[in-house]
């Protein structure tokens, strides 16, 4: 969940969400608008992510900016549904899924309470650059463009995923058979971008259409386009497409490539990278991280150093 290139995800094998998400798949997508979703770090522990509770990491937290020390809140924006990164729990406005949890791990190191701010991906950027956040956990790319506002702490990897009719109709092996096709892309998204700019380089040069762009809110709005017949193909971040599939038989993920990490953004003015960077290097050493990627199936999408500023 950008402004100029933005979004991007990990190539997970089927993820075993928890049963109550597939619901999640059908369930109207959050408000444009700001709403803060969840409490913060004195409800985060077990109860909210299902793992142990991480210690306060005093040297992260000495090096908290003293407005966030006196507050004593991390405003954290979240992008809308989009199982398994994060949803809404079933029959509530309380967000669960590798961000949120990923996002109260960091505040429960730092010892801040966590606010969650669901916002649509395309929201993000500007509403940190407005001071309605102090930090994103979105499933962000670290790109040059984005470095020029952000700065960026590496903290899980994943990929990108073509989604197709099931049976695969069209023939779309991979990315490179996207010329001339109708295309679902998340608005903001790295996939839209970056990826879709660079493919239709490539059908220029072999003298083929350009790909015909569609741009959702949501990937699950992307994927009724496609089951309805008005795209031939979805192009999202791998853990959405690999989990939507495992949930609606009329769609399939024709392939999964790119893998890289995505990283937590902070404004640069805020002077918060130094320590939200100490508190993933706690985050990421702990069992508890390990124990939220495996409890939404994502594994594979763990890694061991948080770069702090690493283009992709």
């Known amino acids: 969940m950008k402004n100029p290139p933005l979004n991007r995800h990990s190539r997970i094998g089927v993820p075993a969400v928890v049963a109550a998400a ?6 109207t997508a959050c408000s444009p608008t700001d709403g803060v979703a969840t409490q913060g770090a004195a409800d985060t522990t077990g109860a909210i992510t299902g793992v142990p509770a991480l210690q ?14 006196a507050s004593k809140v991390l405003r954290v924006a979240i992008p809308t549904n989009e199982p398994p990164t994060q949803f809404y729990r079933e029959g509530t406005q309380d967000m669960t899924g590798t961000n949120p949890d990923v996002a109260r791990l960091i505040g429960e190191a730092l010892g801040l309470k966590v606010e969650i701010h669901v916002a649509n991906f395309d929201s993000i950027i500007p509403g940190l650059a407005a001071n ?25 990897q994943i990929g990108n995923a073509i989604a197709v009719p099931k049976g695969n109709p069209g023939g779309i092996k991979d990315e490179h058979a996207l010329c001339g096709k109708k295309v679902g892309l998340l608005t903001g998204s790295y996939q839209l971008t970056v990826n879709v700019p660079a493919y239709d380089k ?3 040069a072999a003298g083929k259409e350009s790909i015909q762009r569609s741009e959702f809110q949501d990937t699950r709005q992307a994927i009724s386009a496609l089951t309805s017949g008005r795209l031939d193909t979805v192009l999202a971040d791998s853990p959405i497409l690999n989990y939507a599939a495992t949930q609606n038989p009329q769609i399939e993920v024709a392939r999964t490539y790119e893998f890289a990490p995505v990283s937590v953004g902070v404004p640069k003015e805020s002077g918060l990278v130094k320590s939200v ?25 763990a890694i061991t150093d948080a770069r702090v500023d690493f283009a992709q």
């Open 22 to 27: 597939a619901l999640l798949l059908t369930v």
């Open 56 to 69: 306060v990491d005093p040297a992260a937290v000495e090096l908290l900016p003293a407005s966030v020390k």
């Open 132 to 156: 309605r956040y102090d930090m994103t956990v979105s499933s962000m790319t670290p790109t040059t463009k984005r470095m020029e506002v952000l700065d960026f702490v590496d903290y899980m």
């Open 202 to 204: 490539e059908c220029a």
């Open 277 to 301: 960077s100490a508190a993933l290097d706690a985050v990421i050493k702990s069992d508890s991280y390990t124990k939220v990627l495996a409890k939404y199936g994502l594994e594979s999408s």
